[in-house]
């Protein structure tokens, strides 16, 4: 009986020691990213950061981090990853990349095969010393991704591929806590620092709110930042409410114009305007994941670091969703609309017959300089073929170049930014290697190529009022107007020129202008109807299709923020909600409009592309 025992208690020890030992990595989390940049914009979809070598054609800098293994020993090695060009070409993709531990390189080639993300074999590795380097090496600069590196000592033992597996397993390996820690209570949350966020942060805190406002990148402005490169729009100083954008004098560009050099977006001047407003707490690099409900408001939103995995929970009385995609509206159950209504729905002559989903697309910007000697560039053939005919003859693609207008914006969106780089590689490819008269080109080379694609349309959260294009054109103006929108009613199509050449594939569009007059946006559209304590401003607020086509710029979006804030102030005074301050407190709103919260007297030094507009109508308080 005792030699019974003693074996079945030898073979529990064994099977506990020879238990596999594992090791998770993301690649996000690496220490030194070399010429690796972290893309955080499909976290909803993937699950997850991930690296990508975006290096438009040449090779980037090896990114590297130092791990401890839990003990020596082989290990097996997989990494998660994507061949990006799979939807267009079956075959084996151009982001290459191979990854060493101790400056050994592992055996395969990582990012070139497969058709979504996926945990791809790495080879094995005998590790002696626990504290080793890893490194990631590319070998195209065409936008390898890594999502995750995992080491077990155990054959065969993929990790999940299920975003809803692949979650809990992560937080195991990486021993995650259960709760977010606490980021605070505050008086407003914004989410998302674009030009609507900021202004609705900045009028908040001027007004005495505690403000916490969140971004998921390092750099604040959205489309208007140096990654993305869209000038400001429309006009400031227009309207009933004259002060409503002098605070964009503050922080917004000088100079004007789509894909230019970086410096062109000051976002220096940006992040120094959140940094002096003592009541503004950034949380930069934190994206929003989750909210928590109490019946019909929100209670709290959970945000996860993009590069530590860090999350922190904020909790505050009043939320505004500055995200363009209306995700905390979404999270919280908001009713919202995407794509386009039936033109029977609201009487809108520009709306198509029957409703459907094409919404504007996202642009991949770019542009190319002059490298005062012949310059190559790798052929690039990944399923969309030019020809001398259908190839751009261009030397920049700004806001023309546009893709994804027939697909789902949100859960499409990883497909619609790479097909973007996929055009303005395989287009740039052609120019340089196969065109037969290139010579304008030879000396070129890419200078820059956006990775964050920049978005026009997605989610539109519904308020207690829809703006439709009967307003507009009518001039309806109602006693809650605020901000003038003073943009054209400018909606985008496929390019019939490009459609012809690349049918149901195009990535040129073309704007359609309907003028208006400075048209006040009803403050009613600038809060969730069913989700108590949620304000919206930017291009997800209450709107329809056709009427998006005009408020979307970027100068009318700050002047909605500016609005948000005024009302975050008014709720926080009397203790209401935002439907509150329309019901009740509405002059006192007008009254913060009339004055405004930017410095007085600030030249406006941002008279560039601010569209044009029909014969101001009188003004209406």
């Keep these: 009986m005792k030699t019974h025992l003693f074996i079945a208690f030898f073979c529990l020890f064994m099977a506990e020691t020879l238990a596999a030992v594992e090791l998770f990595v993301e690649a996000e989390s690496f220490s030194d990213k070399g010429g690796w940049v972290i893309d955080q914009q499909f976290m909803d979809l993937m699950g997850s950061p991930y690296l990508m070598a975006h290096g438009m054609g040449e090779p980037v800098k090896d990114a590297s981090t130092r791990v401890v293994f839990p003990g020596a020993g082989t290990y097996y090695v997989y990494v998660r990853t994507f061949n990006w060009t799979s939807p267009w070409k079956s075959a084996e993709g151009p982001g290459k990349f191979k990854l060493s531990v101790d400056g050994k390189e592992l055996p395969a080639i990582l990012g070139h095969v497969g058709s979504e993300w996926m945990w791809q074999p790495a080879g094995k590795i005998a590790v002696k010393n626990t504290g080793s380097i890893l490194q990631l090496h590319d070998l195209t600069g065409f936008n390898g991704r890594c999502d995750a590196i995992y080491f077990t ?20 390996l990486l021993q995650l806590p259960d709760h977010p820690d606490s980021a605070g209570t505050y008086d407003l949350v914004v989410v998302g620092a674009g030009i609507s966020g900021m202004s609705a942060a900045i009028s908040a805190a001027r007004l005495g709110c505690k403000v916490a406002l969140i971004n998921d990148r390092p750099v604040l402005g959205g489309n208007n930042s140096s990654e993305i490169r869209v000038h400001l729009g429309g ?65 709290t939103v959970i945000a996860k670091h993009i590069e530590t995995g860090k999350e922190l929970s904020f909790q505050a009385p009043l939320f505004s969703d500055c995200t363009g995609d209306g995700t ?7 009713d919202f609309r995407m794509g386009r209504e039936a033109r029977d729905e609201f009487n809108e002559s520009t709306a198509p017959e029957k409703a459907d989903k094409m919404t504007m697309g996202a ?28 190839c751009e003859k261009v030397m920049m693609g700004e806001w023309t170049w546009e893709t994804g207008m027939n697909y789902d914006q949100i859960k499409d969106f990883e497909r619609i930014r790479d097909y973007g780089l996929l055009v303005v590689y395989s287009n740039w490819s052609y120019l340089k290697n196969r065109l037969k008269e290139n010579e304008p080109y030879r000396n070129r080379k890419l200078g820059w190529v956006a990775y964050v694609s920049g978005k026009r349309e997605s989610r539109r959260l519904m308020g207690d009022y829809i703006l439709k294009e009967d307003d507009l054109r009518r001039y309806v103006v109602h006693e809650d107007g605020t901000a003038a929108a003073t943009w054209t009613i400018d909606l985008h199509y496929p390019d019939p020129e490009n459609t012809k050449n690349f049918p149901g594939a195009e990535f040129k569009s073309i704007a359609k202008h309907t003028p208006v007059h400075p048209y006040p946006i009803p403050y009613r559209c600038l809060y969730s109807r069913n989700v108590d ?12 299709h056709v009427a998006l086509g005009t408020v979307r710029v970027m100068r ?48 406006n030094n941002q008279q560039y592309n601010e569209g044009t507009t029909l014969t101001v109508k009188p003004e209406v308080k």
């Design 153 to 172: 000592t155990e054959q065969d033992k993929t990790p999940p591929s299920s975003v809803k597996e692949l979650e809990a397993f992560r937080r195991r």
């Design 235 to 299: 006009r400031i100083e227009a309207g009933p409410y004259k002060e409503l954008g002098n605070l964009q004098k503050e922080f917004g560009p000088t100079r004007g114009g789509n894909a230019q050099p970086a410096d062109y977006y000051e976002d220096g001047k940006k992040s120094e305007a959140i940094a002096n407003e003592k009541n503004i707490t950034l949380f930069a690099n934190y994206r929003a994941i989750g909210v928590e409900m109490d019946g019909r408001q929100i209670r």
């Design 328 to 334: 905390i509206g979404y999270l919280a159950g908001a």
């Design 363 to 390: 642009s991949v910007q770019w542009y190319s300089v002059d490298n005062e000697k012949p310059s190559s560039f790798p052929f690039f053939n990944y399923g969309v073929a030019f020809n001398d005919n259908s």
């Design 533 to 544: 304590n949620l304000f919206m401003a930017g291009r997800n607020i209450s709107v329809t």
């Design 556 to 603: 009318t979006t700050g002047m909605m923020g500016e609005v948000v804030g005024m009302a975050a102030s008014l709720c926080k005074q009397y203790k209401v909600k935002p439907r509150g301050v329309y019901y009740y407190y509405l002059n006192e709103l007008k009254a913060l409009m009339t004055e405004g919260v930017g410095i007085k007297g600030l030249p």
